[in-house]
């Protein structure tokens, strides 16, 4: 439980951190400098206004320089690490797999306001975190069955470190492959944008940690959740459904995150249908 309860301080941090990403990436703009300023009257924002939660409960929710509101999104994402990280080691503990699961859900948090906010998964999580996933594979198992059941078909012996590197690279190419030929599909199809590239990389990032199984539970999650909000916010704002661009990132990243909280009894379970 210390662990734990240290895990959640150390998850405020990185959702400030967060914070500056979801801002300042889809502008081009630097993460380290400058420092944290109020993006109304751009002045620099004084380290005790920069608590993570505690400032923007002392504040009323508003910059001290010029009155503006702060976004709630910024207690909303420190609040959401924190919690994930809190869940992540209290469930694996200090252990290379609780850490891994915490750098995927503060990427996950991030892609999931980046879209919702901009339309933009930017690269730095999603190619980035492919990367990391995959770099992180050999050290860290990837539990899944798919490239245990190929090896296995094609009688190669492989060490339990060359298999879990395999389950990360179908799980980031595979879903990511069907999601872009959908998407090319329905472009050819109807003659416009069906599926950004962002989101098919964004399945690749959550292959690359989770396997193939966690990125077809996301795609899944992602695309039934997102078709039924979707659908109610287009009738309620009575937007035009053919020109509404759905923040697709958003429901797959919130799809991803319930998978990891969901933790390996969903993955099993799903493995054995």
């Not at 998850?11 to 993006?39: H, K, T």
């Amino acid at each position: 439980m210390i662990e734990a309860c240290v895990a959640f301080l150390f998850g405020l941090l990185i959702g400030s951190f967060l914070n500056v990403c979801i801002y300042r990436l889809p502008r081009d703009l630097s993460v380290v400098r400058p420092r944290s300023y109020c993006v109304s009257c751009e002045k620099p924002i004084a380290w005790y206004d920069n608590v993570p939660l505690l400032s923007y409960v002392a504040l009323g929710g508003r910059c001290r320089a010029c009155g503006t509101r702060i976004s709630p999104r910024y207690p909303v994402v420190e609040l959401l690490t924190a919690t994930l990280f809190f869940i992540y080691i209290l469930r694996f503990g200090p252990t290379a797999l609780g850490l891994k699961y915490c750098l995927l859900g503060a990427m996950l948090v991030a892609l999931v306001f980046t879209d919702l906010e901009e339309r933009i998964l930017p690269d730095e999580f999603t190619l980035g975190g492919t990367l990391l996933g995959l770099a992180l594979s050999p050290f860290v198992m990837v539990q899944d069955i798919t490239a245990h059941a190929i090896f296995w078909m094609l009688g190669i012996q492989a060490s339990p470190r060359v298999l879990s590197v395999a389950e990360s690279v179908a799980g980031a190419v595979i879903p990511a492959f069907f999601l872009w030929f959908g998407g090319w599909l329905y472009e050819r199809v109807r003659h416009r944008e069906g599926m950004g590239l962002g989101d098919v990389k964004m399945m690749m990032l959550v292959g690359s940690f989770l396997g193939l199984q966690g990125a077809l539970l996301t795609l899944i999650l992602g695309s039934v959740v997102g078709s039924i909000i979707g659908l109610a916010y287009v009738k309620l704002t009575h937007k035009e459904m053919a020109t509404y661009e759905l923040p697709f990132g958003t429901f797959l990243g919130s799809g991803a995150i319930a998978v990891t909280l969901s933790g390996p009894k969903f993955l099993e379970w799903y493995g054995g249908m």
